[in-house]
């Protein structure tokens, strides 16, 4: 396994997207940012909500007076928690669109409305492309780490146009900042989900609806299970949730669209800065 850069490592340039854009209808901490007087009654969606990184962060929005809808499929866990923090669970598979739109659906027949999509649900790979290449799972996870942030942003979008604005943050990872050759196509999938944010968040910053993307390297979740030994032989620190958690309500705080924000142990989060790239002569 190789162990992740740190972004230091990976170039330094300028701003990956719309701040410089302001903020939409004067906006000054998001619909769901904290700085506009608080988040109580708001409405957030989470995929990937039953577990990990998806459930740290529906219990501290829950915390602030927030209602949280939790899509998953994982039933048990997610009604669960659900019921603990006085939410909703939809069972949700990412794959599918439709499944996707009732999420959004029950957010506003529950609670009136949406404000926030936290399009984090996904899977490792944990393959390569020689010879244990496996189509059905090179399949399975574009199609829930790719796929459903696509789903989750087309389903988002009209409920958030409907409160004149709000988030959406996509867990990608650090994973789709730099190299992964332990798991290439999981690379490829993050790397997917930090393009796709790039592009909406000057996108649909004019009609108030801030798109971020969550980078953590290795975080304290069941994802890491099948490579906590290597971690730990390489003795490569592994992410508190509570950073993790941190660094989210840091980019619903902030003013940025279009912004990756990396999450890596002993150092504070930001927004990565990309390179430049060559415009033509
Ligand atoms: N933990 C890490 O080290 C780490 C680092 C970077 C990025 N991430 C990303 O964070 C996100 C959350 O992962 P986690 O670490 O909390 O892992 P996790 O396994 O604890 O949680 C993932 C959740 O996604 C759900 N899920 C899986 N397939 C689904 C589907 N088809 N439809 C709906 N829900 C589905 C699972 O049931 C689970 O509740 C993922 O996108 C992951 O790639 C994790």
Redesign the pocket.
């Known amino acids: 396994m190789t162990a992740f850069p740190g972004p230091a490592d990976s170039g330094a340039g300028g701003r990956a997207g719309g701040r410089a854009g302001g903020r939409a209808g004067g906006r000054t901490g998001g619909r769901t940012g904290g700085r506009a007087g608080g988040r109580t009654g708001r409405v957030a969606l989470i995929?990937?909500?039953?577990?990990?990184?998806?459930?740290?962060v529906a219990r501290r929005l829950a915390d602030e007076g927030v209602h949280v809808v939790l899509?998953?499929?994982?039933e048990d866990?997610?009604r669960a928690l659900a019921e603990e923090l006085d939410g909703a669970f939809v069972r949700?598979?990412?794959?599918?669109p439709a499944?996707s739109a009732r999420a959004v659906q029950t957010a506003v027949d529950r609670f009136g409305g949406l404000d926030l999509a936290f399009l984090?649900?996904?899977?490792?790979s944990g393959f390569g492309l020689g010879d244990d290449f496996d189509p059905e799972r090179h399949r399975?996870a574009m199609?829930?780490?790719v796929d459903?942030v696509v789903y989750g942003v087309h389903a988002a979008l009209p409920a958030l146009r409907a409160r004149g604005g709000g988030d959406i943050v996509a867990?990608?990872?650090?994973?789709g900042l730099t190299a992964t050759p332990f798991d290439p196509v999981?690379g490829a999938?993050?790397a997917a989900?930090v393009g796709l944010v790039r592009a909406l968040g000057p996108a649909h910053l004019p009609d108030g609806i801030r798109v971020n993307a969550?980078?953590?390297?290795?975080?304290?979740?069941?994802?890491?299970i099948p490579?906590r030994d290597e971690l730990e032989r390489q003795g490569f620190p592994?992410?508190p949730?509570a950073d993790?958690v941190e660094a989210f309500m840091a980019i619903l705080d902030g003013d940025g669209a279009g912004e990756a924000w990396y999450?890596v142990p002993g150092r504070p989060s930001e927004p990565f800065r990309f390179r430049g790239v060559p415009g033509p002569r």
């Open positions: 995929t990937g909500g039953a577990n990990g990184i998806g459930a740290a899509a998953d499929v994982d866990h997610g949700c598979d990412v794959r599918e499944d984090n649900a996904g899977v490792a399975r199609s829930i780490n459903g867990t990608a990872s650090m994973a999981y999938n993050k989900v969550l980078c953590p390297s290795f975080a304290e979740t069941d994802i890491i490579m592994v992410l949730l993790v999450v």
